[in-house]
């Protein structure tokens, strides 16, 4: 199950088009604030950085992200550049002013693939207060009718933590409503202003995870974990007790490519931090992923290709043989592989184990948890 060709292209390419943005939520992973960071990447610069990923060998998905994307005032040309170029683009904005039904059908018409759209709690309330300004929730809700509207496909990411999660068990009522095409949950890693909030136990991940399969299984939307790869292996477990293939797969992940309605590809088994998937920040450093910001290069030095393929960072974390602990004798290492991001933040290593996974593999056991010699 091992995914070989990521070592030569990602299957995701993340690009932080802009630290600025007008919220100042509370888990924020970029800490962002209301003005764009200096030295961020031009027009120019960013139009290269896309023709670039446009030569990839399939090529990957684009997600536009920030800060708030809207900020930045070239956007619908980088957008219509990706488009012309064959990619499929995603974006993630926020719920600000700037977030109006012409800007949603302007986003359309320029190209983007599948707009992304946050909503932490199923209350003004809970969600606005997580957000840090009211209004949020409301504008959230009306956004993802305006997309309805537009015919552009949506998802909504919900950030977990163990302040939310009462509040997050009520949200696939209000998504199946909506019409959203996937549920991606981001399971806090305590980085940025996250770093201030409380992630869920070990047990809690896993008693969650057995929850989001149930609502993969019940929902007509496909559910994605990011963060918490460990999804990947309760789905797996699942299918063999219940002797039979089923759709909930980390939003569809299985080993054959597969497409949702909008043409997005589904996302790949095995894909993980640095694996993958690569972000790059608003300022044009390399790092495997937001949630990992240990930076393997700068695309104004280098072609962001080169430093995927060759840097000694990026080549550690593709090989799951180099990983410590639990996670290197783990039989499912290939699929999941454990958040490498999580790891840093909590250990200072980002080979280390998954510190949110309950899940004791039983060559670990045999070997008294001494890892293998070597």
């Known amino acids: 199950m091992e995914r070989p060709e990521f070592a030569q292209y990602p299957y995701l390419v993340a690009w932080e088009v802009t630290n600025a943005c007008l919220l100042a939520c509370r888990h924020c992973r970029a800490s962002a604030m209301p003005h ?11 139009l290269r950085l896309i023709e670039e990923v446009a030569t990839y060998r399939p090529k990957p998905l684009l997600l536009l992200t920030g800060g708030d994307p809207l900020a930045r ?9 990706a488009r012309e170029l064959g990619l499929k683009v995603g974006l993630t904005p926020a719920a600000t002013p700037l977030l109006t039904r012409e800007k949603v059908f302007q986003l359309k018409e320029a190209g983007v693939t599948r707009l992304a759209l946050s909503l932490d709690g199923a209350s003004p309330q809970s969600h606005d207060a997580f957000r840090g300004e009211e209004g949020t929730f409301a504008r959230t809700l009306a956004a993802l009718d305006w997309a ?12 977990v933590t163990r302040e939310n999660w009462p509040e997050i068990q009520a949200l696939p009522d209000l998504l199946a409503g909506k019409g959203v095409v996937l549920w991606s949950l981001f399971f806090l890693v305590p980085v940025g202003r996250g770093a201030l909030l409380r992630q ?25 974990t990011t963060e918490a790869h460990h999804f990947r292996r309760v789905v797996l477990q699942k299918r063999r007790e219940a002797g039979a293939q089923d759709r909930a797969l980390a939003a569809g992940e299985s080993m054959y490519r597969e497409y949702f309605q909008d043409g997005m590809e589904h996302s790949r088994l095995g894909v993980t931090d640095g694996n993958g998937f690569v972000f790059v920040s608003a ?14 290069g700068n695309v104004r030095e280098r072609p962001l290709l080169e430093i995927y393929r060759h840097s000694p960072l990026f080549q550690a974390l593709r090989d799951k043989d180099r990983l410590k602990g639990k996670c290197r004798v783990c039989e499912y290492r290939y699929v999941c592989g454990g958040s490498r991001a999580r790891a840093w933040a909590e250990t200072g290593d980002y080979l280390q184990s998954e510190p949110r996974c309950v899940y004791v593999p039983p060559a670990w056991t045999e070997r008294g948890g001494v890892p293998a010699a070597g």
């Open 200 to 224: 869920l136990s070990a047990r809690q991940f896993e008693e969650v995870l057995h929850w989001l399969y149930q609502v993969a299984l019940s929902y007509p939307f496909h559910v994605k």
């Open 36 to 46: 764009p960071l200096p030295g961020e990447l031009s027009t120019d610069e960013g």
């Open 73 to 81: 005032p070239d956007l619908l040309s980088l957008i219509q550049k």
């Open 148 to 159: 309805k509207e537009a015919g552009l496909p949506t998802q909504v990411n919900t950030t």
């Open 283 to 296: 300022t044009g450093d390399v790092a495997p992923s937001g949630f990992l910001p240990v930076y393997a």
